[in-house]
């Protein structure tokens, strides 16, 4: 496995963007929250300018304005300001504060901060949760500042356990607000009684109203974040998630609520491992539904081996995408050439390996697996490898513009196409139809590339 670029401190279009818009992200998902980012405006701006672009939705974050006089004598006045009005405005029942660079390089103490304004304005400060994170942009990427931030909220809001009920913890992986809906189907369709964090199915994909909300309706509410140490189990999706920042893993410590790992639920062994879980911890069968869009899984790649079996693929993006994506890719015969995560996805070599040992062996070539880096090296191997379609978000799509091979889009951003909010690619369906765009992908290019290769082949250029 490489791992990035050979340059230290040389990042030339990164594949990955930056933490605090994961934290931003998670908070998003709660009921009646707000954020507040400590730090330059730019930053604010960047990250909602792309969470609007991908989702198609009004996003409001707020910014505490830090100035050159904050930055070099400490920027509580600014905090506290912006937090007096984001109150003022919003009225939430969650007030995220986090981080950026900026905050975090000239060392501001967030919660001493928080905890001055809670003093001075007690009223402002009643019946409202203040949830700080540190997410530094240099400290990791959205992968990270999503799974800290809900680690946070769990910290702060859960309480004591007082019982053991039959509700299961779902943590959910960084996914479309449409595959949180489809997650949330298959919970329904089992009859499970479960909790969901977080919950950007409607928060981030809002059905049309005449009226503008401030906050949007839904995400997961207090009381059930509150109650989330009385369920039986945890299932967190995640691979790449360390225990510091697992909202599993401290729920298990704490208030000993099993955890079971498993990963995006994209394709078929992925979903199987999900489903398989829900089964396994409720004692249920699955619904016939589930067996029967399985079957029609295993059909389709029947069906579609013919065009996979000449895919040479480039997958890109977070770990947790890439890692999903690429098992699917293996199983429908789809042969990833090469797999890059823009940050750290230790073990993702190993665990590829291990659990498609079949595939990889079955592939004299070798799959290149890279982590920690960025566009520039994944376009070299791109050409380097004649890769002829592309998997991930869409700051790839300069490929397409200069070699002309397809992206087929998964992943944050998707900027450049309508409906990436709504976009299934969970669950046996969700994951076919995800497939079947990379199957078409590859007969499109197939067949309007086919008459210059074909002349390009047979027919020589007669000198004039
Ligand atoms: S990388 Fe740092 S400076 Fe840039 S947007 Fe993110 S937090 Fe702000």
Do not use: W
């Given at each position: 496995m490489k791992s990035g670029r050979n340059f230290v401190n040389l990042n030339v279009n990164p594949c990955k963007v930056c933490m605090p818009l994961g934290a931003a992200t998670a908070f998003k998902g709660i009921e009646n929250s707000v954020v507040i980012m400590h730090g330059s405006q730019g930053c604010s701006?960047?990250?909602?300018?792309?969470?609007?672009?991908?989702?198609?939705?009004?996003?409001?974050?707020?910014?505490?304005?830090?100035?050159?006089?904050?930055?070099?004598?400490?920027?509580?006045?600014?905090?506290?300001?912006?937090?007096?009005?984001?109150?003022?405005?919003?009225?939430?029942?969650?007030?995220?504060?986090?981080?950026?660079?900026?905050?975090?390089?000239?060392?501001?103490?967030?919660?001493?901060?928080?905890?001055?304004?809670?003093?001075?304005?007690?009223?402002?400060?009643?019946?409202?949760?203040?949830?700080?994170?540190?997410?530094?942009?240099?400290?990791?990427?959205?992968?990270?500042?999503?799974?800290?931030?809900?680690?946070?909220?769990?910290?702060?809001?859960?309480?004591?356990?007082?019982?053991?009920?039959?509700?299961?913890?779902?943590?959910?992986?960084?996914?479309?607000?449409?595959?949180?809906?489809?997650?949330?189907?298959?919970?329904?369709?089992?009859?499970?009684?479960?909790?969901?964090?977080?919950?950007?199915?409607?928060?981030?994909?809002a059905p049309f109203s005449m009226q503008y909300k401030k906050i949007p309706a839904g995400g997961t509410k207090i009381k059930d974040i509150q109650e989330m140490s009385d369920s039986c189990a945890t299932i967190e999706m995640g691979m790449f998630v360390g225990d510091e920042i697992s909202p599993g893993k401290y729920l298990e410590k704490e208030f000993n609520v099993p955890l079971y790992k498993c990963p995006l639920p994209i394709g078929l062994g992925n979903t199987d491992i999900f489903v398989n879980l829900l089964s396994f911890i409720t004692v249920k069968n699955t619904p016939i539904k589930y067996t029967k869009e399985r079957g029609r899984m295993l059909d389709a790649f029947v069906d579609s081996h013919k065009f996979n079996g000449e895919a040479r693929a480039a997958i890109f993006g977070d770990p947790e995408t890439v890692y999903s994506t690429a098992k699917?890719?293996?199983?429908?015969?789809?042969?990833?050439?090469?797999?890059?995560?823009?940050?750290?996805?230790?073990?993702?070599?190993?665990?590829?390996?291990?659990?498609?040992?079949?595939?990889?062996e079955k592939h004299d070539e070798k799959t290149m697996i890279i982590e920690d880096t960025d566009f520039e090296t994944i376009y070299d191997y791109i050409k380097q490898l004649k890769v002829n379609v592309t998997i991930g978000n869409s700051n790839g799509k300069f490929i397409t513009e200069k070699e002309g091979i397809p992206l087929v889009r998964i992943g944050f951003p998707v900027h450049d196409r309508m409906g990436a909010q709504r976009k299934v690619s969970v669950g046996y369906e969700g994951s076919l139809s995800f497939i079947d765009e990379i199957t078409n992908s590859i007969i499109e290019r197939k067949y309007s590339t086919y008459r210059s290769r074909m002349f390009n082949k047979y027919y020589e250029e007669v000198p004039q």
């Amino acid at each position: 496995m490489k791992s990035g670029r050979n340059f230290v401190n040389l990042n030339v279009n990164p594949c990955k963007v930056c933490m605090p818009l994961g934290a931003a992200t998670a908070f998003k998902g709660i009921e009646n929250s707000v954020v507040i980012m400590h730090g330059s405006q730019g930053c604010s701006t960047y990250i909602r300018r792309h969470m609007a672009a991908h989702y198609n939705e009004p996003i409001d974050i707020a910014s505490s304005s830090l100035n050159e006089k904050g930055t070099v004598y400490g920027g509580a006045n600014n905090l506290k300001k912006g937090l007096n009005n984001i109150i003022k405005l919003y009225n939430p029942g969650v007030v995220g504060i986090i981080t950026t660079c900026l905050a975090e390089t000239i060392g501001e103490n967030l919660q001493g901060i928080v905890q001055e304004f809670a003093t001075e304005k007690p009223e402002e400060s009643e019946d409202r949760e203040f949830i700080t994170v540190s997410t530094p942009g240099y400290g990791g990427s959205e992968h990270e500042g999503y799974y800290a931030a809900l680690k946070s909220i769990v910290e702060k809001i859960t309480l004591k356990k007082t019982t053991t009920n039959k509700k299961v913890n779902i943590i959910v992986g960084n996914m479309t607000p449409g595959d949180v809906r489809r997650i949330k189907n298959i919970l329904e369709d089992f009859d499970i009684d479960f909790i969901m964090l977080p919950d950007i199915s409607d928060t981030l994909d809002a059905p049309f109203s005449m009226q503008y909300k401030k906050i949007p309706a839904g995400g997961t509410k207090i009381k059930d974040i509150q109650e989330m140490s009385d369920s039986c189990a945890t299932i967190e999706m995640g691979m790449f998630v360390g225990d510091e920042i697992s909202p599993g893993k401290y729920l298990e410590k704490e208030f000993n609520v099993p955890l079971y790992k498993c990963p995006l639920p994209i394709g078929l062994g992925n979903t199987d491992i999900f489903v398989n879980l829900l089964s396994f911890i409720t004692v249920k069968n699955t619904p016939i539904k589930y067996t029967k869009e399985r079957g029609r899984m295993l059909d389709a790649f029947v069906d579609s081996h013919k065009f996979n079996g000449e895919a040479r693929a480039a997958i890109f993006g977070d770990p947790e995408t890439v890692y999903s994506t690429a098992k699917a890719c293996f199983e429908a015969g789809i042969f990833p050439v090469l797999i890059s995560s823009g940050t750290k996805a230790a073990g993702i070599e190993e665990m590829l390996k291990s659990e498609m040992q079949y595939y990889f062996e079955k592939h004299d070539e070798k799959t290149m697996i890279i982590e920690d880096t960025d566009f520039e090296t994944i376009y070299d191997y791109i050409k380097q490898l004649k890769v002829n379609v592309t998997i991930g978000n869409s700051n790839g799509k300069f490929i397409t513009e200069k070699e002309g091979i397809p992206l087929v889009r998964i992943g944050f951003p998707v900027h450049d196409r309508m409906g990436a909010q709504r976009k299934v690619s969970v669950g046996y369906e969700g994951s076919l139809s995800f497939i079947d765009e990379i199957t078409n992908s590859i007969i499109e290019r197939k067949y309007s590339t086919y008459r210059s290769r074909m002349f390009n082949k047979y027919y020589e250029e007669v000198p004039q």
